[in-house]
């Protein structure tokens, strides 16, 4: 029974069913607003914590779990699963506060401190607590310090900084120049954009879900899905050779999964019309990449003039696409500039679909000049 189960959070843990589950588990909880109350997060945290505690009675998930780098990890998981928690249930009790016609917490005068003794005393007792936790860290575990650099025995895997294991991520799907450059300055660029876009006023003061849905479901999953999943995915789960583990498995560095990286051009001249690649210059280029380009063109272009239009307008089995609210809700330039960073945000899943169900690694390969999407 034990191995059965073993087995199924090892399946589980794959990158297609971990993302999956994840992304229609976070949907439902901002669907079914319940699961933010208390008794639904003590049972919650209790039966996290139960599986991370007994499942380091198994040798593998402890050899990766307890490594001293590791370790902050496992605490910042819990933490980013704690502060998500509160944030929703204070959001979603202000709203229950403000339906009854009532203050919310923000607005309660009980609910302000004076910043000396208060404040200063508080943080003063942090202070002295987190410098004994660190003392007694330091003391306790390792530091996490290895064999002066070789370049002829590098590590396998060989892994950046936890925070920037997200974007290493990245690279299994991306080009180095989009997800290095680009979609960090997007992320940046996008995240100081945000009050320029959304000038919604509601919410200002004090922290609601009800009247700032799209918002916080959209920050939230890009937050917890599209960045915190990937370090998680990247910090426990990828292994040798950059292969997924699951959490109960044995990193074999001999463990070889083949794959293989087809383009959209392949698809078209290799698998649909069994004719070799164009090859002869820069024509011949632009011609074996002629449907790769118009696919990433009607998405970076196209597609949001369309998300623009009136329901009514587009085919029945597309009208969830329409946006025209927002459009008149924004105006053109904010609408534009917002849906681009949306869009942008959604290639992510979109291309790791891609890549795990039909092996696709650029919709537009370009070898000769090194540019790839």
Same mark, same amino acid.
């Given at each position: 029974?034990?191995?059965?189960?073993?087995?199924?959070?090892?399946?589980?843990?794959?990158?297609?069913?971990?993302?999956?589950?994840?992304?229609?588990? /976070?949907? #439902?909880?901002?669907?079914?607003?319940?699961?933010?109350?208390?008794?639904?997060? $003590?049972?919650? *945290?209790?039966?996290?914590?139960? *599986?991370?505690?007994?499942?380091?009675?198994?040798?593998?998930?402890?050899?990766?779990?307890?490594?001293?780098?590791?370790?902050?990890?496992?605490?910042?998981?819990?933490?980013?699963?704690?502060?998500?928690?509160?944030?929703?249930?204070?959001?979603?009790?202000?709203?229950?506060?403000?339906?009854?016609?009532?203050?919310?917490?923000?607005?309660?005068?009980?609910?302000?401190?004076?910043?000396?003794?208060?404040?200063?005393?508080?943080?003063?007792? +942090?202070?002295?607590?987190?410098?004994?936790?660190?003392?007694?860290?330091?003391?306790? #575990?390792?530091?996490?310090?290895?064999?002066?650099? !070789?370049?002829?025995?590098?590590?396998?895997?060989?892994? +950046?900084?936890?925070?920037?294991?997200?974007?290493?991520?990245?690279?299994?799907?991306?080009?180095?120049?989009?997800? =290095?450059?680009?979609?960090?300055?997007?992320?940046?660029?996008? /995240?100081?954009?945000?009050?320029?876009?959304?000038?919604?006023?509601?919410?200002?003061?004090?922290?609601?879900?009800?009247?700032?849905?799209?918002?916080?479901?959209?920050?939230?999953?890009?937050?917890?899905?599209?960045?915190?999943?990937?370090?998680?995915?990247?910090?426990?789960?990828?292994?040798?050779?950059?292969?997924?583990?699951?959490?109960?498995?044995?990193?074999?560095?001999?463990?070889?999964?083949?794959?293989?990286?087809?383009?959209?051009?392949?698809?078209?001249?290799?698998?649909? #019309?069994?004719?070799?690649?164009?090859?002869?210059?820069?024509?011949?280029?632009?011609?074996?990449?002629?449907? =790769?380009?118009?696919?990433?063109? +009607?998405?970076?272009?196209?597609?949001?003039?369309?998300?623009?239009?009136?329901?009514?307008?587009?085919? $029945?089995?597309?009208?969830?696409?329409?946006?025209?609210?927002?459009?008149?809700?924004?105006?053109?330039?904010?609408?534009?500039?917002?849906?681009?960073?949306?869009?942008?945000?959604?290639?992510?899943?979109?291309?790791?679909?891609?890549?795990? +169900?039909? !092996? #696709? $690694?650029?919709?537009?390969?370009?070898?000769?000049?090194?540019?790839?999407?």
């Amino acid at each position: 029974m034990l191995d059965i189960f073993k087995d199924l959070v090892n399946w589980v843990s794959g990158p297609t069913v971990l993302f999956t589950v994840t992304t229609v588990g /976070l949907l #439902l909880a901002f669907r079914f607003t319940a699961v933010w109350s208390r008794t639904s997060a $003590k049972v919650f *945290f209790v039966v996290l914590a139960v *599986f991370y505690v007994a499942s380091m009675w198994d040798p593998n998930f402890f050899l990766i779990v307890a490594k001293p780098d590791n370790i902050p990890i496992t605490g910042v998981i819990f933490l980013v699963f704690f502060f998500t928690w509160y944030a929703m249930h204070q959001g979603i009790e202000n709203d229950r506060r403000r339906e009854a016609g009532e203050a919310p917490h923000e607005k309660k005068e009980g609910y302000k401190v004076w910043v000396w003794p208060d404040l200063v005393y508080t943080e003063m007792l +942090a202070m002295v607590l987190l410098s004994i936790v660190l003392l007694v860290w330091s003391i306790l #575990l390792a530091a996490p310090l290895e064999q002066p650099a !070789n370049p002829a025995d590098s590590p396998n895997p060989s892994k +950046a900084p936890w925070y920037f294991l997200g974007l290493q991520e990245m690279l299994v799907y991306f080009d180095p120049w989009l997800a =290095g450059v680009v979609f960090p300055t997007l992320i940046i660029v996008g /995240l100081m954009a945000i009050p320029y876009i959304d000038t919604n006023p509601k919410g200002n003061g004090y922290f609601t879900f009800r009247e700032r849905k799209v918002e916080i479901v959209i920050f939230l999953y890009g937050f917890l899905i599209l960045w915190s999943l990937l370090v998680i995915s990247g910090t426990f789960l990828r292994g040798p050779n950059w292969n997924f583990f699951g959490p109960y498995e044995y990193w074999d560095v001999h463990r070889v999964e083949p794959l293989l990286n087809v383009n959209v051009s392949d698809f078209f001249w290799v698998k649909l #019309l069994s004719q070799p690649l164009p090859s002869g210059g820069f024509f011949a280029a632009l011609l074996r990449e002629w449907l =790769g380009l118009i696919l990433v063109g +009607a998405y970076v272009f196209v597609l949001p003039v369309v998300m623009s239009w009136p329901r009514e307008k587009l085919p $029945k089995g597309f009208r969830w696409l329409s946006l025209r609210k927002y459009y008149e809700k924004m105006g053109p330039a904010r609408y534009y500039i917002g849906i681009s960073l949306f869009l942008m945000m959604m290639s992510l899943p979109i291309k790791m679909y891609l890549r795990w +169900a039909f !092996n #696709l $690694k650029y919709i537009v390969a370009f070898p000769e000049i090194f540019f790839n999407i």
